[in-house]
């Protein structure tokens, strides 16, 4: 089956990250998968929640919203259902990387990690979660410089990525076209060590088989391991 964009079922989108945009952020990129992009900004502040004070952990949390002009009919801000939406995608993306993160390291603060997508053609979520590790990458660099931390925060690498089926076939990183007609739609973070993080995955009025579970499972597992590629490959041009 030919995609949308003449790729094949276990292709993904080009992927770029344009780092280090933001002054007064700890880390910045713009991350773009395909055309859908994404501003991710992380800041470290001191102190942490009510429930965290006194307790010698720190604390990591996002916020998430699509600009006005990020699809082709223009946004409201704040509305009562995009707050909704946003509120459960922006718990996604700091569970998500809160996995990655050591909090015993960073004692009495708070990374803060917002994430804003500038223009939306599917997988925004998954775009953001894999921007803002990649933020991660800079604040961890950042806390060492400064001499808070003596040694990287990150336990791991993460990624994400969505697949479905599409007119019964498996597919990877699902553009807009592609997921609007989706017959089961998956969103999957991991690990480098291929754990999983968050498996979100619903049938789109439709069900699906444990091997197409597997199926899509299988697909996703292999992206993500791509795009933690990608990631790496980021940190050693670093060194």
């Not at 699902?174 to 480098?192: H, K, P």
Request: charged share 25%; aromatic share 6%.
């Amino acid at each position: 089956m030919t995609r949308v964009d003449g790729r094949t079922h276990d292709e993904l989108r080009p992927i770029s990250f344009e780092r280090g945009i933001i002054a007064h952020a700890q880390g910045s990129v713009i991350v773009s998968f395909g055309r859908t992009r994404v501003l991710c900004a992380v800041m470290v502040e001191d102190g942490v929640p009510p429930f965290l004070r006194s307790t010698g952990k720190g604390w990591l949390t996002a916020e998430y919203s699509m600009l006005p002009y990020s699809t082709p009919s223009r946004l409201t801000r704040h509305s009562e259902h995009k707050q909704g939406r946003s509120h459960e995608i922006q718990r996604l993306i700091g569970r998500s990387l809160r996995a990655a993160v050591d909090l015993d390291k960073i004692p009495e603060k708070t990374i803060w990690i917002d994430c804003d997508v500038l223009q939306a053609d599917g997988g925004t979520r998954c775009a953001a979660i894999t921007g803002a590790f990649v933020c991660l990458l800079d604040v961890d660099n950042w806390l060492q410089r400064k001499h808070i931390t003596t040694d990287s925060i990150l336990r791991h690498f993460c990624a994400a990525v969505s697949v479905g089926l599409v007119d019964n076939e498996p597919m990877i990183d699902l553009a807009f076209q592609e997921d609007s007609r989706a017959q089961v739609d998956m969103n999957l973070v991991m690990t480098a060590a291929g754990e999983f993080i968050e498996i979100q995955i619903s049938g789109e009025e439709h069900t699906f088989s444990s091997d197409e579970l597997t199926q899509l499972l299988a697909l996703g597992k292999t992206g993500i391991q791509e795009l933690i590629t990608q990631e790496k490959r980021l940190l050693q041009l670093d060194t």
